[in-house]
């Protein structure tokens, strides 16, 4: 597939960098010469310097003959610009564009198609809002997925010592739990990822990834973890967008502090936010400033400024200072990687998060959802099956019939989505997969996603 992305930001490399392993051809648009030289120096795909606007640029990076355009710039109008020009003048026949103000995703009818003509349109602050929102309604996950419409979650949690199933077998699952259906899927230890058996013996420690109906994860998380109190008291560093977007999610139960360090846009939040939060001006790294607020006694800590270092250390200090659990937004991958599972309990990574969303939209096949594990690590699909035994390599076989690629499990299936009562199966060498079974896959390595998509693709005679 020819993909031409607009931006070699963090966005725009991670997204290249992922579509070049999975065999795709890359060009690169960036006004950065350097940004562009880093990409070429690591992976084997093309780079144009040039403004994503122009028309010439354009033609030089073959738009005439791309599949999709993804335009990631920081620069909403040039992405929308860039998605009018290739809609009209070029007729890409996907057009997905990333957007930092909510304006236009608020706004459908100006991404039309006789408008700016938008097929997709990403907001990374939501996204992120969005999975904070979640790890603050489960306190104990480290990592919160949902798919099938929210019927299935797939939960990463820390193992503690204390947990009922801890240096058990991973089949005594089962016995803690008969009446409820899980799956644990994957187990990282010391950083490696194990694909577990039945034999797998869990340790304290290990970071659990576990599948399981939505309404049930619960009473698995219970099995890992000790259960931890709701969260009441949380503090917020940074009054950003994403702190913003937190702020009001959480006010309906909780009275978050803020902390900005712009007297200006504290008077903002003021605003925005009257009696829904606690505005305080000063800086996030100032002990006395800290102490003074309390921040031993918050259940959770969440530094989201637009700068790595300050949220690390703010976060550090937090935990220091006996702050229960703190989440930190780190943009450099490196330093995520070193941050997370220390004394920063969650670091996440906005470039992740926003992958996830655009990869759904650039897999072959029919991908509902791709999540991304570990940082990119590994990765989970939700794929739905069409066709039948004639024109399908998936449909009416029984799993252990399929020939799934190394490194990679069916993990689970939903059967009937859009009727009245939906089945959540966990996957068994016996199921039988049937036509529009939303079906997760779970994959270990990412080499392997486009076998993935090519298997669960139907033969011509489907048409």
């Not at 144009?48 to 073959?62: D, F, K, R, Y």
């Not at 240096?167 to 950083?191: C, K, Q, T, W, Y």
């Not at 700068?307 to 995520?336: F, P, T």
């Amino acid at each position: 597939m020819k993909i031409l992305i607009l931006g070699a930001g963090r966005v725009g490399a991670s997204l290249a960098e992922q579509l070049v392993l999975e065999k795709n051809d890359i060009t690169v648009v960036d006004t950065v010469a350097e940004s562009l030289s880093l990409l070429q120096e690591r992976f084997d795909l093309r780079t144009i310097q040039g403004n994503a606007t122009s028309l010439q640029v354009l033609e030089q990076a073959g738009i005439q003959d791309t599949d999709i355009l993804i335009a990631v710039t920081a620069d909403d109008e040039a992405n929308l610009v860039a998605c009018a020009l290739a809609h009209r003048r070029f007729n890409v026949p996907r057009r997905i564009a990333r957007f930092r103000s909510s304006q236009w995703v608020q706004n459908p009818d100006l991404l039309a198609p006789e408008a700016f003509a938008v097929d997709v349109a990403i907001s990374p602050e939501q996204t992120v809002t969005d999975y904070l929102l979640k790890l603050i309604e489960i306190p104990e996950a480290l990592q919160v997925i949902e798919f099938a419409r929210g019927l299935v979650s797939l939960l990463a949690v820390k193992a503690d010592a204390a947990s009922p199933i801890v240096g058990h077998p991973v089949r005594d699952l089962r016995d803690h739990l008969p009446h409820i259906e899980s799956r644990i899927v994957a187990i990282f230890r010391a950083g490696y990822a194990i694909m577990p058996d039945g034999n797998t013996r869990i340790e304290a420690g290990d970071e659990v990834f576990f599948l399981a109906s939505t309404q049930h994860i619960r009473q698995v998380t219970k099995e890992l973890r000790k259960e931890e109190h709701a969260v009441k008291r949380m503090m917020i560093v940074g009054g950003g967008n994403i702190g913003l977007r937190v702020a009001k999610g959480v006010s309906s139960y909780i009275t978050p502090k803020i902390i900005e360090g712009n007297r200006a846009r504290c008077n903002v939040l003021a605003q925005q936010l009257s009696g829904q939060a606690l505005v305080l001006h000063g800086d996030s790294t100032d002990e006395e400033l800290l102490a003074q607020e309390n921040v031993g006694g918050m259940d959770l800590f969440l530094a989201l400024t637009n700068d790595d270092e300050n949220n690390i250390m703010s976060a550090l200090l937090a935990k220091k200072m006996g702050a229960r659990r703190v989440i930190a937004l780190i943009n450099r991958r490196a330093y995520a990687e070193l941050m997370e599972g220390g004394r920063v309990d969650v670091a996440i990574t906005p470039s992740h998060a926003t992958i996830g969303e655009l990869l759904k939209y650039v897999r072959r096949g029919d991908v509902a959802a791709v999540h991304s594990l570990r940082r990119g690590a590994a990765e989970a699909l939700e794929v739905v099956a069409h066709g039948g035994k004639t024109t399908s390599r998936v449909v009416g076989r029984k799993i252990e019939e399929i020939d799934l690629p190394s490194g990679s499990s069916i993990v689970a299936l939903v059967r009937g989505i859009d009727g009245d009562q939906p089945q959540v199966l966990m996957a068994h060498h016996d199921t039988v997969i049937e036509s529009d079974d939303h079906v997760i896959v779970f994959v270990a390595d990412k080499r392997m996603i486009p076998k993935i998509e090519k298997l669960f693709q139907v033969s011509a005679g489907f048409f």
